[in-house]
C-alpha cells in the first residue's frame, strides 16, 4: 500500500495535468499537504512492521 501513496508522490506531474484536465485546479496547491504526509506516514508504518517483525524472528530463533 505504502508503494501505491510513493507512487503517486512520483506522478504529481500526471496529477496536475489531471486536474487540469477535469477543471479543478485550484486543489493543485494541496497535492504536497496531502501527498508528503501520506508517504512518510506509510514509510513509518512499514519501518515499524519491519522491525516487528524481524524482532519476532529473533525471539523465535
Not at 489531471?18 to 496531502?34: C, S
Amino acid at each position: 500500500m505504502g508503494t501505491v501513496i510513493a507512487a503517486l508522490y512520483c506522478f504529481n506531474r500526471i496529477l496536475v495535468w489531471t486536474f487540469a484536465a477535469i477543471g479543478i485546479t485550484a486543489y493543485i496547491a494541496y497535492l504536497d499537504y496531502v501527498l508528503r504526509p501520506a508517504l512518510v506516514l506509510f514509510m513509518e508504518g512499514g519501518y515499524r512492521r519491519y522491525h516487528k517483525k524481524s524482532l519476532n524472528q529473533t525471539d523465535l530463533q
